[in-house]
């Protein structure tokens, strides 16, 4: 069907009207809306020229690698939601999901992707109990504790499939990330919940893009799949490459400000397997 934008003007009335607090679909009183209006000046004042679109900028508000090729996205199938994307994967495999919360998401890998083993990850487990989605088995276990240590915990190449999805902080992500690529079979596949560099939910930038980006921008990794969230905390997801779309040094397409550094300048949690691809982690600290 067409989209007609009067008819969507009449149905949406309320929320096209020119007073400036409905007009940004902002359902609270008067008072909420100044209150939200506060820091959303100071948040363009000061915060949304360092998240300009610029390839070079000097100081965005977290580094992303300026620059992904297209080679590196072209054999990406995109989904309508991650139900449709777990549909699409092979049944029957070894799976780690890394932060589980109360175990929905966990319930439909089991339901929708039959899987063989399923690792659960997380810092604690009553939530999980109290919900009931998911109960240990046979083929499902629980891991109790940080994310980095429980999956170092497992054999190499342990899994097929990793849905990472525990702390979004920028070196927890990397942190999660590198342990996860020492376990993952050379054609398994790593998936990252929450793609989105700025959650407006929160308030607070996430570490998933920019860990993303420079997987894919190292010419290592490449896209497989991506799916839509509605509110478009997407996932996405990564192979390695076979083939072509290497670079040599993925670290070139960051901005000229955060340059490599050497394993001793790095922050000690960072774990340095790999000083190029998250040399701008060094900011973090
Ligand atoms: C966003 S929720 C996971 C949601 C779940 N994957 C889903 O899709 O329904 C994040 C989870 O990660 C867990 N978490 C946060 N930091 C962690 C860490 N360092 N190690 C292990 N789990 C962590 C939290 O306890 C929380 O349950």
Redesign the pocket.
Known sequence: MAFNLSQYKIETQQFTSRIGKIRRGFGGSGLEYFLFKVPRVIWLLFYRPRMRNDYDFATPLLPVPSHLRQCSVERCRVFAD?DEMLKSLSKRKVWA??????????RKILDICEPTRLDL????FD?VRLRGYVHESEAVSFYI??????LLKQPDNKYDYI?I????DLI?VAR?TEAAKLKLRLDGMLFF??YIYFSYLELRTYGVVPVVNSLIASGEWEVACFAFHNKMYCDIGLRRVTSDCRTDLGCTTFPSRHRPVSAAAAPRRFIATDQCRYSHLEQIG
């Open positions: 991650r999901e890394v932060g589980t919360y109360e175990g929905a998401f966990a990850i997380d810092l604690r939530r504790g940080d994310s980095e240590q429980s849905y999805d525990a702390s979004h927890d999660d919940n929450d």
